[in-house]
């Protein structure tokens, strides 16, 4: 189901635009050079439930890496701990197997994301991502 959302961007520019998801107008406003952050509302018949988010991140949507490393068949996994434990444990699937932990869901994410650089180089993820400065191999 489509929907309408508005975005602004830093600059005030706005694009009104109906899009399948919140995904798809992100992607809309960054392939029409809309510059972070952004405040994205889903619209609807009653302004008084709109739905606003602020973006942000330079990831252009939220699990877009994850998804890409699944795109480039690099098997990995992500595990929440849970208030006790705390943080998450991430592992890239190979030989050898790498993993760690993090904190924070977004440091493991980057973990993951910098190890499948590391170790898979010839792959289509890293060849994307590969020249980001904070994930370049030593």
Same mark, same amino acid.
């Given at each position: 189901?489509?929907?309408?959302?508005?975005?602004?961007?830093?600059?005030?520019?706005?694009?009104?635009?109906?899009?399948?998801?919140?995904?798809?107008?992100?992607? %809309?406003?960054?392939?029409?050079?809309?510059?972070?952050?952004?405040?994205?509302?889903?619209?609807?018949?009653?302004?008084?439930?709109?739905?606003?988010?602020?973006?942000?991140?330079?990831?252009?949507?939220?699990?877009?890496?994850?998804?890409?490393?699944?795109?480039?068949?690099?098997?990995?996994?992500?595990?929440?701990?849970?208030?006790?434990?705390?943080?998450?444990?991430?592992?890239?699937?190979?030989?050898?197997?790498?993993?760690?932990?993090?904190?924070?869901? %977004?440091?493991?994410?980057?973990?993951?994301?910098?190890?499948?650089?590391?170790?898979?180089?010839?792959?289509?993820?890293?060849?994307?991502?590969?020249?980001?400065?904070?994930?370049?191999?030593?």
């Amino acid at each position: 189901m489509r929907r309408m959302f508005r975005v602004v961007d830093r600059n005030g520019m706005v694009l009104q635009s109906e899009a399948d998801s919140f995904n798809g107008i992100i992607e %809309q406003a960054d392939k029409d050079g809309y510059d972070r952050p952004l405040i994205v509302t889903m619209l609807s018949e009653n302004a008084m439930e709109d739905v606003s988010w602020v973006v942000v991140s330079d990831s252009p949507v939220p699990g877009q890496e994850l998804q890409e490393l699944y795109d480039s068949e690099i098997n990995f996994s992500l595990t929440g701990l849970g208030m006790w434990a705390g943080g998450f444990d991430w592992e890239l699937q190979g030989d050898p197997r790498i993993g760690g932990h993090s904190g924070t869901a %977004q440091d493991a994410i980057k973990a993951i994301k910098e190890a499948a650089i590391k170790h898979f180089p010839g792959s289509k993820f890293a060849k994307k991502h590969g020249s980001h400065d904070s994930c370049q191999k030593q």
